[in-house]
DNA sequence: CTGAAAGCGCTTACAG
DNA sequence: CTGAAAGCGCTTACAG
């Protein structure tokens, strides 16, 4: 590892030719495995690389052979854990792939997330693999990612999409059944006056997940009531602020299915407040299993969306698409699956 | 927005200077912002970019010009929160740079970091930001980057560290400081038997963390007992299940400086199942001030070590390194603040 | 103010 | 099995 070189020039491939005394077409050809070049001089020019210090520039290779070694991955909340794991699946699978992931974050911005795809397509990724902004628009998608690169739309849905953007492919998560199973499950264990709590109507997601509640409680015919729907940021704070608007009109209900795990987290925490204990005085389900679900006391139902095995799961669908540019557009809708927590939602009495 | 050209092939500067009749010189010029050319030149040119859709190919500029565009971000572990909060104020600051991030994540294997560094040094990143795996050592660190490239090192210490490594800038946390302010405190409250629980030993964030604590403790005379001083993974589970050890010997502590949040939460829960109310029964303070710290019941007294502004820290660190090469290394040491949260530390009675 | 030429570091036919 | 030449898409002196 030790090099001769100095500091101010980059060892290229001319520099181990020429230590070598061979073509720089050789030396390509060595790093490149070729089985053409002399085992002999495969060896000599190896030892070179080595003794130089060498590394391998791809770009330039990527600008000559006009391919990408790169993914490009935009995430509307990094910070948040659930994307964080997504990123953390995604990144794994590029790796195995010996590509590289370009990170961006649009901080749920429609404009930030514009700005980070224009910068993101100048660096040549081969893919892109976008979980959208609230709000995010199919055209002006197209119009920061051209049509060229392959685009994966995660977990929500671009507003105005129409059939000239069906190319792309999409992955999403099964909000609806989730919801239904959830409500099904508060059902099973006796509830009838069953809320949606938190999430806002903005969303796709939420919308989802509103729609399996409803369709889950017309399924047994059970009337709901206006003020059983309400909305909140799906922040545990808002949550918590937002609790007492379930009791604010009678009759109240008696659970609630949660837009998320943040909001059930925090939805335990308002009924503390009013002098409910959550899990024996008022039932819940959260929705993401994210990791306190498990250790929040009482446990939280929930469902599970494995979030690192989508990313996984997104990376593999793209790199499918780099192989085969021409199949047609894959649109999966994962399930997700209820992890029964009975503190939260035992039988009731 | 439309364009006119066959999918097959790029759009590139030899397209613009063909359409608009001038040498592609000219469009570089314009594509860089150049004073030099004609304002009516400009105009067509930058009319008929627009027309064609062109995109800027990055890498190729930046291997004529022998500069990068990109900041490489290796993290031991993108799914915890600490670091995904910690990436994302990397990469909002990288972002604001007109930089791209190439993300890596080790999973806390030194053998996988590794290998995303030697992958991610081909993409010829500007600088690195380090966050080590558990384990990481200077010099196979040094082998996979070279010396060319400014790399920061962030949160932990590499072992094996020599004065050759003096260039790297780092960036850590304060974790002796923090743990001295939470022991003390503790004291200021009244407690007497005080023990640090959670983390492992071979950590050296969890040893700065011990010292801060003992630190405290002789600075009032206090005796320690050696029971006061569990180990356990840095997670909830683990720690809920290493509460018992607190209690195996006596005298008993009444009060936990806990190695971070994780680790306090779930030693909230294993007191609750000893049947301690935590807070009242027993005391004890977290690190990190992630987001539960301050809706968990009782909520907690943390240490806040602002991972997003961190973040933004240390990429501004390196791209003030890229601007100054040799000005000497920088090694900040960030300072945590204390939130006190009364609920998990009120006053010992 | 604009153009012709050279070159960043690599790879790819094409000869030999 | 190896080398000479051309070229990926851009930028930079250098002339004019």
């Known amino acids: 590892m030790e090099s001769n070189t100095p500091l101010g020039r980059k060892v290229t491939v001319r520099d181990i030719a020429a230590a070598c005394g061979v073509s720089r077409a050789t030396v390509s050809l060595v790093l490149r495995d070729s089985p053409l070049v ?80 224009g910068s993101l397509i100048e660096h040549g990724p081969g893919g892109i693999i976008l979980s959208p902004a609230e709000g995010s628009d199919a055209r002006q998608v197209l119009a920061a990612v051209g049509a060229r690169t392959p685009l994966l739309v995660f977990n929500r849905e671009l507003s105005g999409e129409q059939p000239e953007y069906a190319h792309w492919d999409s992955l999403a998560l ?24 938190g999430g806002h109507g903005d969303s796709s997601s939420c919308r989802q997940r509103r729609a399996g509640y409803r369709e889950a409680m017309k399924a047994v015919g059970f009337p709901m009531a206006p003020h059983w729907e309400v909305e909140c940021l799906p922040t545990r704070l808002d949550a918590a602020r937002c609790a007492e608007a379930l009791f604010e009109a009678d ?65 593999q669908m793209l790199l499918q698409r780099l192989r085969d540019p021409d199949a047609e557009a894959r649109r999966i809708v994962a399930p997700v699956k209820l992890v029964i927590r009975a503190s939260s939602c035992p039988p009731l009495a």
């Not at 099964?174 to 709590?197: C, K, S, V, Y």
């Open 251 to 315: 009759p109240a209900p008696t659970a609630a299915v949660c837009y998320n795990d943040a909001v059930a987290l925090g939805l335990m925490h308002g009924l503390a407040e009013r002098g409910l204990a959550p899990g024996q005085d008022f039932a819940l389900t959260g929705f993401d299993d994210i990791a306190e679900a498990a250790l929040a006391t009482p446990s939280l139902t929930t469902l599970a969306a494995a979030p690192r095995a989508r990313g996984r799961q997104a990376a």
């Open 38 to 117: 002399n085992k002999d001089t495969r060896a000599r020019v190896e030892e070179e690389l080595r003794r130089q210090g060498y590394v391998y520039n791809r770009a330039a290779a990527n600008l000559r052979r006009r391919t990408s070694s790169s993914i490009a991955l935009v995430i509307n909340e990094l910070a948040n854990p659930f994307f964080a794991e997504f990123a953390a699946g995604v990144d794994d699978v590029v790796g195995e792939a010996g590509m590289v992931t370009l990170l961006g974050s649009s901080s749920e911005s429609p404009q930030r997330e514009q700005a980070v795809l």
């Open 174 to 197: 099964d909000n609806q059944q989730g919801a239904r199973e959830a409500t099904a499950h508060l059902i099973a264990q006796g509830h009838r006056r069953i809320a949606f709590f």
